[in-house]
């Protein structure tokens, strides 16, 4: 196996685990003030809801951002 596809797969795994933190950490507490805004319509659960929801999605982004660009400066770096 080359060390490319060794560095691909590292890349997928610390991707999906990032990926599995936020669906796991984030998505209870996004789901329980949507609940508690839909049965209080209280607009704290609302603010509650996206600012969780934002979060999970930008420190999946930015995982994957970070991730992106070590991997392309590995690439570019292997391939010269």
Known sequence: MEMV????LIFIGVLCTAFLMALFFAVPRILK???AWKETKKDRYLELFFTHL???LFLFSAVFVVLLK???DFLSSYAS
């Open 5 to 8: 596809w060794v560095f691909r």
């Open 33 to 35: 003030n949507y609940t």
């Open 54 to 56: 934002f979060l999970a």
């Open 70 to 72: 070590k991997f392309s």
